[in-house]
């Protein structure tokens, strides 16, 4: 008898310049929880993308056998139709609606366009009853803490007569006891004979839980795991997912390393509206001059809010702990505070974040450094073109002048006018979180050169990546972080991939 | 490049600024000859400044407002309660002129206060806001004039809206003084272009060919001698255009030379990127609240002046006109984009649609409904180009 519930042939999707999938198989049994793990952009997201309809048949390449039938879902609405729901990371419930009114959203128990309340509340309260939800079924869903939205997404997808649930990150933003009963409400829906995939970050749950593991590196399939296997631990999926040898990717360099310049002590960050969740718990760490410090850790870490709530308490409330600049202690409360300091923050989100996209390179260079081209509050409009030309030049951005619009530029040349500009500031320190997302290849050596360059002249440098390579490639020495704790740091020649991978999901101590 | 590619560009790659110049002459031509050269006849150029001028400061405050993100609401209203406020102190406490428009123009910024506090301090929306602020700034207003209206000013007070500057130097069936003043302006101009041009150039950006270049200054310089030319022979220089153009270069300065201007251009373009570059977004919210608080005083001095008294019910939908002259000269409705200029051209556009369709004796209803359609196309036209423009790159 054929077990196979869904069976995914060569995958392959392609965005502009991009391979994102290729030739990915995934084979998951009826009645299994079926994990897949990556690094953070392997693909994993765009693979359940492709299964539940976000990305239509025709768009990519391959062939999904799902029930011994060829599935053609044009939208999310078709894969649903034949049982297939996925939970996205983001929950995508509406806060003001009710328990009942958002797991019936979109799929009305109505007669005649009228909803019949009765029969819609009744409905879900077997539901939440299913889930081990214990709440009202008109309570408004904003009431709720996360765990229990979760578990409404779920008691959602059960209305819809779920055949395989597919869970993106389902526990990355829950604590341990609300982790715990997702865990096992899975384990009881396997029973029922409902198959999940699941992808998470958390290694230890995928050994507790998954029957089988399916690990995805660079947009390929390398190997599923049958997790009865003994062989089948958390050290032999770290190794699955950073298999890949270290190439001659990043510029070779000598370093000539300092005094400590910038420190960070005891350093606690919550959540700007969640109360009670710390993102950060007493993050301790030290960048010395000329030198080149990373930071990994998995998606949601805390790696952006720990350097964010630094660089002027951009992010969360509650900030507690010492910044020090050359051994004395500074203020950053503020981003001009900051900037005075001597920090200067490259953000993960340059277009959110970093660029005026509707101005020219000119304007977006000095933006942040505007007092060291003015006096009086006038701008010099001569030494603003002369600056923004040095750092066109230095940075080689390919653009005729100064005056074309940021908007139009690549990736890479986008990323370097936002490097321009906080050049422009003259920082001690510059904190790069994730320099080369989005960029193509040759465009990445060119940041790490102007990286090298950086810290030749004796800048400190903390860069934030979750590309491991990345880090191992251009840093001195790595820090780790672990759901909002330092959990080590490596000097680059005793890091390797396995190591950090290690570090990056130690969990708190409570958990196991 | 060459003139003639130049001169492609201005009607097609350069469209979105440069339409709102190329609408003006048209409308402008067009009334010309359906009035048969009334409208730009000496005493009715004069008319126009005199009538609309409080239109054009409005619109100086509002292109700040408008390019941050904001909108004001409350202008109209604001403009009553100032001049309502000069108007008591001049004509009922029996003050000097300048002590009712002094007291005008700082009840104006201490409104603008009040509302930049609730914008960037509590965080309401502006729309909110300055709803609120109309109805309140009117309440006001009906309470300070005790529901009655006020008038008149003594004669000092309605020389600020209504007074010339005529035979200062002399001049023979022309002001001397006028004339004087155009040709400085003529030189100023060019003068500032053959900077720009040469600061542009010396750092190997790209600058029009020289042709364009003294094609465009010759073609300026000559409709602002022609302007200046009409105005000293009609009744000379009015003092409210000295206090128009006084604030029309201020304001493009602010805009386009000081950290101030960059910062409103930054919180406009991206919020996000501006606070994380440094910039201290309340601070810059509140001043430009204040600043169109300070130009509502302005121009409730100017209007009070002009109507020669106070009434509970003026200056209703001038904040229309103000933002209506804001869109149709450019500026984006989502922020960061609009010039001073392009506000002021806007304005005019305004100006001589209404005028001239005074001018043709075209009824009050059908006037509010072609300055509708103006500004939906106005818009309409923006946006249209934004595409385009979008799709080109």
Not at chain 1, 80 to 103: R, T
Request: charged share 15%; glycine share 12%.
């Amino acid at each position: 008898m054929d077990t196979t519930i869904l069976h995914m042939q060569d995958i392959t999707k392609t965005f502009p310049g991009v391979k994102a999938l290729d030739g990915v198989n995934l084979s998951v049994s009826k009645g299994e929880i079926h994990a897949i793990c990556g690094e953070n952009g392997a693909g994993k997201s765009t693979l359940m993308k492709v299964l539940s309809g976000v990305y239509p048949h025709g768009s990519y390449e391959g062939q999904i056998i799902f029930e011994g039938e060829e599935l053609k879902a044009s939208n999310i609405k078709d894969s649903e139709a034949q049982g297939i729901v996925i939970i996205h990371q983001e929950l995508a419930l509406v806060p003001y609606l009710s328990v009942a009114e958002n797991i019936f959203l979109g799929n009305e128990t109505a007669r005649g366009g009228f909803i019949d309340w009765n029969e819609t509340n009744h409905r879900a309260a077997d539901l939440l009853a299913r889930v081990g939800l214990d709440e009202l079924p008109v309570t408004p869903v904003g009431q709720l803490g996360v765990g229990k939205q979760q578990l409404v997404e779920i008691a959602k997808a059960l209305s819809k007569n779920v055949k395989l649930l597919i869970l993106d990150e389902p526990t990355a933003a829950l604590n341990d006891d609300d982790s715990e009963h997702l865990l096992n409400l899975l384990r009881g829906l396997r029973e029922q004979g409902i198959t999940s995939i699941i992808i998470s970050h958390k290694l230890g749950e995928i050994e507790d839980i998954a029957n089988t593991t399916t690990i995805i590196r660079d947009g390929q399939s390398i190997e599923a795991l049958d997790m009865a296997d003994p062989e089948s631990n958390q050290n032999r999926i770290i190794r699955g997912m950073v298999g890949r040898e270290l190439s001659s990717r990043y510029p070779e360099r000598v370093p000539q390393i300092g005094d400590v310049v910038f420190e960070v002590q005891d350093w606690s960050v919550q959540h700007p509206v969640q109360q009670d969740r710390t993102v950060v718990e007493g993050a301790n760490l030290e960048v010395r001059a000329g030198e080149i410090v990373g930071i990994a850790g998995l998606m949601g870490a805390g790696r952006t809010e720990l350097a964010m709530s630094i660089f002027g308490h951009s992010y969360g409330r509650n900030i507690t702990g010492t910044v020090k600049m050359d051994g004395k202690p500074v203020d950053t409360s503020t981003v001009g505070k900051a900037i005075k300091a001597g920090i200067a923050y490259v953000s993960e989100d340059r277009k959110k974040f970093g660029l005026n996209l509707i101005e020219d390179i000119r304007v977006n260079t000095t933006a942040a450094g505007l007092d060291k081209i003015s006096s009086k509050g006038f701008v010099d409009g001569n030494k603003e073109i002369q600056i923004a030309e040095h750092y066109r030049k230095s940075m080689r951005i390919k653009t005729p002048n100064v005056m074309a619009k940021v908007g139009n530029l690549s990736g890479g040349n986008q990323q370097k006018v936002v490097l321009g500009k906080w050049l422009h500031t003259a920082p001690e320190l510059l904190i790069l979180d994730e320099p080369t997302r989005g960029i193509d290849v040759g465009a990445k050596y060119e940041i790490y050169t102007i990286i090298n360059e950086l810290a030749a002249a004796g800048k400190a440098v903390l860069v934030i990546s979750s590309e491991l390579p990345e880090l191992l490639g251009i840093c001195d020495r790595i820090y780790t972080l672990a759901y909002g704790r330092m959990t080590g740091q490596l000097p680059s020649s005793e890091a390797t991939q396995e190591r950090l991978m290690e570090l990056m999901t130690i969990e708190k101590e409570s958990t196991r | 490049m060459t003139i003639t590619s130049e001169l492609k560009d201005i009607f097609t790659k350069n469209l979105r600024t440069s339409g709102i110049y190329i609408a003006f002459v048209l409308i402008v031509v067009l009334f010309t000859i359906l009035t048969n050269g009334l409208l730009l006849s000496p005493i009715n150029i004069t008319n126009i400044i005199l009538q609309y001028s409080y239109v054009l400061i409005l619109a100086l405050g509002m292109i700040l407002v408008i390019v941050a993100g904001h909108i004001d609401l409350s202008v109209g209203s604001l403009v009553a309660l100032t001049g309502a406020v000069s108007a008591v102190i001049v004509i009922k406490g029996d003050l000097p002129w300048w002590v009712g428009m002094l007291a005008g123009i700082a009840v104006g910024a201490l409104c603008g206060l009040w509302q930049g506090f609730w914008v960037a301090y509590v965080g309401i929306p502006a729309f909110i806001v300055t709803l609120a602020g109309m109805l309140l700034f009117r309440g006001l207003t009906y309470e300070v004039l005790s529901n009655v209206s006020l008038s008149p000013f003594p004669g000092e007070y309605g020389q600020i809206a209504g007074g010339f500057l005529n035979g200062l130097l002399g001049g023979n069936g022309f002001d001397l003084f006028t004339v004087i003043i155009g040709v400085i302006a003529v030189a100023g101009l060019f003068v500032s272009q053959w900077r720009n041009r040469a600061g542009r150039a010396k750092y190997g950006q790209s600058v029009e060919s020289m042709a364009m270049f003294l094609a465009k200054n010759i073609i300026s310089g000559i409709i602002i001698l022609w302007f200046f030319w009409q105005i000293a022979t009609s009744r000379g220089m009015p003092i409210v255009l000295i206090i128009l153009a006084a604030l029309i270069l201020g304001y493009h300065v602010l805009t386009t030379k000081t950290v101030f201007g960059r910062h409103v251009y930054a919180i406009g373009g991206n919020l996000s990127a501006a606070k994380l570059s440094g910039v201290n977004v309340k601070k810059i919210n509140m001043w430009i609240f204040i600043n169109m608080g300070l130009l509502s005083g302005v121009a409730g001095v100017v209007f009070s002046s002009r109507s020669n008294g106070a009434q509970p019910g003026a200056g209703n939908m001038f904040e229309l006109d103000a933002i209506a002259a804001c869109f149709i000269g450019g500026a984006s409705t989502t922020g960061g984009v609009g010039r001073v200029t392009g506000a002021i051209v806007g304005g005019l556009v305004m100006a001589v649609l209404s005028n001239g369709m005074q001018l043709m004796g075209v009824g009050a209803s059908t006037q509010q409904i072609v300055k509708g359609v103006v500004l939906l196309l106005a818009v309409a036209f923006d946006i249209y180009n934004k595409r385009r423009a979008g799709a080109g790159n």
